[in-house]
Structures are given as structure tokens and as C-alpha cells.
């Protein structure tokens, strides 16, 4: 990827318009859906099991805890707060810049189309160039930088979000390229390019400002692990951002594909299938099985296989996730050829249910790691990055 973990080495409408950052909670989707199943309500537990340790309740009532975990979240990122965070985080890992930028493009069906940050040259990233006098004519935009990675043939018609108003030489390249909105952070430091807009106006690119709602704390807490620069850890934080997209009351699950080059192929989120209202079905466990939201939903690995770009082959793909696969979502990874999956927890951990997962995967050749890297970072929207 351009500018975007050149040196990597770890090891959406909101009523579901596909979920490419997916929409909904979920755990596990399985095969006994159907009209003849007639589990009991234990032996659903223990098929659909969900993590409720994750809900913080432990100052409500029992009848207070049991209505939130039946209703669909509300405090879930807008689309517009996801895609300003991933610039936002992106640009995070330039560690040369005084200032750094970030940029994120999304197509129409809100797939990520391609990331970037500001910095040197491919191979220019050394002292000779960074302490240059004329340094700052070195450097490569973020808006360029996450053109050139994109991974679809075209970007018309797509927006691009950047945490900084483009100056004129990043405008021509947004024109150039075919995208037609810009959203950026406002940044009371910095004046507007007067020749920016007047580019952008003459070509019709319409250009907005957009702050997230809310700052957002980014933490992977690994005792056993000093804390790492944010390079290493890129692809599990947007995992993790696009988790926040999830509207299960219970537990958010994010999953993130990239190729060979570092760039990214695929996002998603848990959530209900496209074109299913979230308002209009269940949030809850329940023994009746039209009423039991692990009937519908789809997990995050799911959408982001088959809500990636189209196009786009995930053969030999790493999968970031922030939960352990299911087997539903271990068979999909196999068949789609991804080769490597990186999880950052794993509930199941130390009761043999993720034995069959496990056991799939070693079968096919299909290596899985945990996410051993700390990272503690804060996305303030208040200051400039």
C-alpha cells in the first residue's frame, strides 16, 4: 500500500445497504434454521452462543439489562464518522510529518475503496530527504497516495474523506481521478485554498465539512506486549473502528481483508442482511427461533468476503477480525482462499469450543494468529492531526 504500512508486519444506507462495514451483531449463523428444528432453548445457547460479558450492565436491573440486549443499539458510528475516523486513524502512521493527513475513499455502496497518508517517496523515507530544506516538495499527498492504492479499476463518482482541506495540487488530483464529493475536518489553523474551491466548484466536485460526533479511544490491551507504533496495528484498528458500525446490543464484531500489497480489499460488520430493516427484526435470544437474532444476522467475516469490492479476488488475503471465527465463518474464509486470519479475541478460549474452527483451518492450510500487539491510541476530532 502507497503510504499506507509500506513496512507492515503484523502478524452500509443504514438500513443494511450490505455491510460492507456490515450491519449488525452477531455471532454464529447456523445450518439447523430451519422450519423442522426443535432445539431447546439450551441447546441454542450453546449452538448461537454470545458473549454477554461484554454488555456493561452491572448497574441495571435484570429486567433493565434483558430489554437492552433485545434492542438494537443506537449509539452505533454513522457512516460519515466511520470513514473521517479511518483518515483520521490512517494518518496517524506517518511518524516523519510535522503535519499529518489521512484520507479515506468510499464508493457508493460505502465499500472502501482505497486509504492513505502523506509522507516521502516510496524509498525516499530516510534523513537525507526529511531534513532537506525544500523537504516539503517531497512529499506525496494522502489524497494521492490513496488514489494510487485504490483497489477498483475506476473511482468515479466516489468520495474521498480527508482530516485536512486539500491544498490545489491534491485538488487537481481528486478531479483528475473521477471522485465527486470531498468531505474534510475542518481546521480553524489552516485557511481554505481559495483555488481548491474554485477548482472544485468549476468541475463540480462538491466539497463538505464533517467532525465525528465524538472522540473514540482505540485500545488492544496485551499485558504481555509493550506498545507498538500504529503501522503495526493499522489494519486490526479498522477492524475495530468498523465494529462500531454494529448495532447488536450485545457485542460488536469487525473484520478486515487486505492483500499481498497492504491494500484493503474488504470490511464488515455483524449486522442483518441487506435490505432487512433493522427496526423490523429481533435483537434478542429467544427459544422461539423466528424471534432469535442469531436466525438472521451476518457475521462480520461473511460481509466482508462477499460485500468486497467487485472485482476483487480475496485468494491469499489476510483476514483481521476482532473476534474468533465461527465455524459458519471458518468454511466461508477456506472457500473464498484467504490464507491467514489474525483474531484479537477469542471468548471460546479455553473451552474447547473453538476446537472445530481450529481443526478446519489446520486441514486447509489456512494459518491463524492472535493479535498480540498493544496499541493504545485516541482519535481526538478536536485537534488537527
Not at 439447523?32 to 449452538?47: D, G, R
Not at 435484570?62 to 433485545?70: H, L, R
Not at 503535519?99 to 475513499?105: E, M, S, W
Not at 490513496?146 to 482530516?163: D, E, G, M, Y
Request: glycine content about 4%.
Amino acid at each position: 500500500m502507497k503510504r499506507c504500512l509500506e513496512n507492515n508486519d503484523s502478524t452500509m444506507n443504514d438500513q443494511n445497504q450490505g455491510a460492507s462495514c456490515s450491519k449488525s451483531k452477531s455471532t454464529h449463523i447456523n445450518k439447523c434454521l430451519t422450519k423442522n428444528a426443535v432445539e431447546s432453548e439450551a441447546q441454542i445457547s450453546s449452538i448461537y452462543e454470545t458473549t454477554d460479558s461484554y454488555d456493561d450492565t452491572s448497574d441495571t436491573s435484570d429486567t433493565e439489562k434483558k430489554f437492552k440486549k433485545n434492542e438494537k443499539r443506537t449509539d452505533y458510528l454513522s457512516w460519515d464518522d466511520l470513514f473521517m475516523a479511518i483518515a483520521f486513524l490512517t494518518a496517524k502512521c506517518n511518524k516523519d510529518l510535522k503535519k499529518k493527513v489521512g484520507a479515506c475513499i468510499v464508493d457508493s455502496d460505502k465499500k472502501i475503496v482505497g486509504i492513505g497518508y502523506n509522507g516521502m517517496p516510496t524509498g525516499c523515507n530516510n534523513g537525507n530527504f526529511l531534513d532537506h530544506k525544500f523537504a516539503r516538495y517531497f512529499e506525496c499527498h494522502a489524497e494521492m497516495n490513496a488514489i494510487l492504492n485504490k483497489n477498483s479499476i475506476h473511482i468515479q463518482n466516489c468520495t474521498i474523506f480527508v482530516s485536512l482541506y486539500p491544498c490545489s495540487e491534491a485538488a487537481k488530483i481528486i478531479i483528475q481521478s473521477g471522485i465527486k464529493e470531498v468531505v474534510y475536518m475542518p481546521d480553524l489553523k489552516s485557511s481554505k485554498d481559495q483555488a481548491t474551491k474554485k477548482m472544485f466548484d468549476a468541475s463540480g466536485v462538491e466539497i463538505r465539512e464533517h467532525t465525528p460526533n465524538q472522540n473514540i479511544i482505540i485500545s488492544f490491551p496485551k499485558l504481555d506486549s509493550p506498545v507498538v507504533d500504529l503501522s503495526r496495528n493499522l489494519f486490526m484498528a479498522i477492524a475495530y473502528l468498523t465494529a462500531m458500525r454494529s448495532k447488536d446490543p450485545v457485542c460488536q464484531v469487525g473484520a478486515c481483508i487486505v492483500n499481498s500489497d497492504n491494500t484493503i480489499v474488504g470490511t464488515g460488520y455483524n449486522g442483518m442482511p441487506t435490505g432487512c430493516n433493522d427496526d423490523e427484526f429481533p435483537w434478542g435470544n429467544n427459544k422461539n427461533l423466528t424471534l432469535n437474532k442469531f436466525i438472521y444476522v451476518c457475521h462480520a467475516e461473511m460481509n466482508a468476503v462477499f460485500y468486497k469490492s467487485s472485482m476483487i479476488n480475496v485468494k491469499d488475503c489476510t483476514l483481521y477480525v476482532t473476534r474468533f471465527p465461527c465455524i459458519e465463518c471458518a468454511k466461508i474464509i477456506i472457500q473464498s482462499g484467504i490464507k491467514e486470519v489474525v483474531y484479537l479475541t477469542n471468548p471460546k478460549y479455553g473451552k474447547g469450543k473453538d476446537t472445530a474452527t481450529k481443526d478446519l483451518f489446520k486441514a486447509s492450510g489456512v494459518k491463524i494468529y492472535a493479535h498480540k500487539q498493544n496499541l493504545d491510541i485516541t482519535l481526538d476530532f478536536s485537534k488537527t492531526t
